[in-house]
């Protein structure tokens, strides 16, 4: 064993593992409905690699090779518990085709199902991102913890249930049917947007494989746009992510202070990745079915285009935000419609906007309380810009932020 | 369900605290304990004085020990403690986030322990 093949076979087996995990979880567990005995299959799968593939060389098929060893894996786990005629249609499923090596070279791919099964409307909303991060990129329960803030015992326990309810509640893997689509598909694009979202506030949050939560999230919405290629708001969604991602270089300075949208230098944007959002927007309106994540692409688009023009046209932007605000009445879009307002008509309107949004809604939500305290900041109105200055600074997490708003209350 | 959440700052931190020019740090919290205020549920808290300041005391088999400086012999040290009333943990872990010393120091979230505390009141 050689320096070199170790190495060769430990990153292809992080390679396969990145690419592969969901295709393998999905496949191993589309019709046991289990999917922790398919994850823990996998990763014994995974970890026999580690001490095979240096030894023997890499296979020629390394996911057949895994999914092969997967499966052994989860024969041996069901013998082991004693709880054969319980599971002999599971056994019988895995066996089928164990002894036909070139039958598992080329076995569907069934994630679009279970993306499905993890945004089903019987799990918990809060876990359905949690549930994609884990079993379609193979994230751990502690990564996935810090990322939403909550203990990684009780994230632990969390998808623990949600798979004991997947495998015993009767969840189908499936795709749902015409009539179901739009309402599911919904909440599948919801929690891909959820893991982004927590990546976009994370600007440190690169771990050591160096990717970020908002990363995941595109890869998730890429993988989701090869199995549903004709849908517009797929399409919209990773417009819209494409577009934020591409300003990721632009939103600290050097010394890692803040700087906000209309403050950056558009040089430092991606030209790559607004022509590819550009590109899915195009695509998609192509379609005629405006939808959520599109009107919030658009947004993005009229901000990328001062890249070329120079300057923004509010108007456009508080245009769109009226139409989102119409399917899609959401503290962020009516928070997003003032300050977009405010700069194409003046701070009192924008300001009003705020004013009738419920008092109860916004006291923990901290864009309001910055945009507030802006548009009554340019209004010249000191005290209450103060004061709202200080809920801004105190509900904010990020260091940066935190600071920004400290020096312009002033 | 009430909650503590135990701040530990650095040295340089509890140092910040004095000088006048660092308007940040005391601008910082200032906000923070504001929003945490007018949220509902702020119960109680206080910033301690620095470390130093602290003495330790035990007594073991009637004999009495003293010492100057705090319990634990460690880089950070309590700086503060604050008291929270909410719903889970989840919304505690979330002011604790939003707390300036996360940042720079630590912030440990501690259920306090109402059973406990009704057998020794009572």
Redo the contacts between chains.
């Keep these: 064993m050689t320096d070199t093949s170790e190495e060769l076979a430990r990153r292809t087996i992080e390679r396969v593992a990145r690419e592969s995990y969901g295709r393998l979880v999905a496949y191993l567990s589309v019709n046991t409905r289990d999917l922790a005995a398919a994850e823990d299959a996998l990763s014994e799968a995974l970890l026999r690699a580690l001490t095979t593939w240096p030894r023997d060389g890499v296979p020629q098929n390394p996911e057949a090779w895994l999914l092969t060893a997967a499966r052994h894996a989860v024969i041996d786990t069901v013998r082991h518990q004693q709880v054969v005629s319980s599971n002999e249609p599971t056994l019988q499923l895995l066996r089928e085709d164990i002894v036909d090596p070139t039958l598992s070279t080329r076995f569907p791919d069934e994630r679009l199902k279970l993306l499905f099964v993890c945004a089903h409307p019987a799990i918990d909303p809060n876990l359905h991102t949690p549930l994609m991060l884990q079993t379609v990129l193979g994230l751990d329960a502690a990564r996935i913890a810090a990322a939403f803030?909550?203990?990684p015992k009780?994230m632990g326990q969390r998808l623990v249930r949600a798979k004991t309810k997947i495998r015993d509640g009767g969840i189908r893997f499936e795709v749902p049917d015409d009539k179901e689509l739009p309402q599911r598909l919904d909440a599948v694009l919801e929690a891909i947007y959820g893991a982004f979202g927590i990546g976009w506030d994370d600007m440190l949050g690169v771990d050591q494989q160096g990717q970020n939560l908002a990363q995941e999230a595109i890869w998730l919405a890429r993988v989701l746009l090869q199995l549903m290629a004709e849908d517009a708001e797929v399409r919209g969604l990773l417009a819209l992510m494409l577009h934020c991602e591409a300003r990721r270089a632009a939103r600290r300075d050097r010394d890692g202070r803040y700087i906000p949208l209309s403050q950056q230098d558009p040089k430092q944007w991606s030209p790559a990745l607004i022509e590819e959002a550009e590109r899915h927007l195009a695509e998609a309106s192509k379609r005629a079915r405006p939808g959520r994540f599109q009107l919030e692409a658009a947004i993005q688009s009229v901000h990328a285009e001062r890249a070329r023009s120079g300057q923004t046209e509010w108007t456009a932007i508080a245009q769109f935000y009226r139409q989102l605000i119409r399917i899609w009445p959401t503290l962020g879009a009516r928070t997003g419609y003032a300050a977009a307002l405010a700069e194409a008509n003046g701070a009192e309107q924008g300001l009003a906007v705020l004013d009738a949004i419920e008092p109860d809604q916004v006291?923990?939500y901290q864009p309001y309380w910055a945009v507030r305290a802006h548009l009554l900041q340019c209004l010249a109105k000191g005290v209450e810009a103060s004061i709202a200055?200080?809920?801004?600074?105190?509900?904010?997490?990020?260091?940066a932020i935190?600071?920004f708003l400290?020096k312009k209350?002033g | 369900m009430q909650f503590a959440l135990l701040i530990y700052e650095s040295p340089e931190a509890f140092s910040s605290r004095k000088s006048r020019e660092n308007?940040?740090y005391i601008?910082?919290w200032?906000?923070?304990?504001?929003?945490?205020f007018?949220?509902?549920a702020f119960v109680a808290g206080d910033p301690l004085e620095v470390p130093e300041t602290g003495t330790t005391i035990r007594i073991r088999d009637g004999k009495r020990g003293i010492q100057d400086g705090p319990y634990a012999d460690t880089k950070e040290q309590l700086g503060g403690f604050t008291i929270v009333d909410l719903p889970s943990?989840?919304a505690a872990?979330?002011w604790a986030?939003?707390c300036?010393a996360?940042?720079?120091g630590v912030v440990e979230v501690r259920p306090l322990a109402p059973e406990v505390r009704r057998r020794v009141v009572e």
């Design positions: 803030l909550i203990s009780t006291v923990g200055y200080d809920r801004a600074i105190g509900l904010a997490e990020d260091p935190r600071e400290l209350k | 308007d940040t601008s910082a200032r906000a923070y304990h504001k929003a945490l007018e949220s509902g943990l989840d872990l979330e986030a939003r300036p996360a940042s720079y």
